[in-house]
Structures are given as C-alpha cells and as structure tokens.
C-alpha cells in the first residue's frame, strides 16, 4: 500500500520516531517548501523535497495577506531549508502489516 507518509530516509534505528530528513540524505536539495493547490487555490500538499509535511490551511484577513506578501518581495531576506525534524505516527512493523 503507498504511504507518502512512511520513512524517506533511514536511521540507525528504524523504530526512531524521530529523524531529520534532509541534508546530503535525500536526492533533491531544494532549500524551500513546495505548496501545491488546486485550480480554486486550495491547499492540496505541502512538500519538503520528497517528504509531506502535515499542514493547516485558513483565511486571513486582507491586510495579513498584504504584509505576508511584503515579506517575501526580499528574497534575500527569505531562510533556506536543508532539513526537517519530523516524528512518524507508527513504526516499521506497523507499515509491514499493510
């Protein structure tokens, strides 16, 4: 069964719940966050390299969507990603099961 969800890269102990993904581990090295939405604009994924991430979606107010929007206008300002620290919900055995 596909679980995007399940471990992306290996730890010395494969029931560690938590991990860093990312880093030189991983066969993509994009320093952001990818957002997918669909054609109405809502949030469908949001992805780091390879690994979904869990994620809320709301509305803001008008003037939150001006000043956010203002944040990213300097790209230089913007932090790079090279890693996430995720905990997983189930361990390997769960995932054999399927």
């Not at 596909?2 to 938590?18: A, G, H, I, Q, Y």
């Not at 809320?56 to 913007?78: N, P």
Request: hydrophobic share 35%; proline share 4%; net charge negative.
């Amino acid at each position: 069964m596909w679980n995007p969800f399940r471990k992306k890269n290996s730890t010395e102990d494969e029931n560690e719940l938590v991990r860093v993904y990312g880093f030189d581990k991983t066969i993509h090295a994009t320093e952001h966050l990818d957002v997918e939405t669909d054609k109405d604009g809502h949030v469908v994924a949001v992805w780091f390299r390879c690994q979904p991430l869990p994620f809320l979606q709301f509305g803001v107010a008008k003037s939150r969507a001006e000043e956010m929007t203002r944040m990213y206008e300097d790209a230089t300002a913007i932090p790079a990603l090279h890693a996430v620290s995720v905990e997983d919900n189930y361990s390997v055995s769960d995932e054999s099961k399927s």
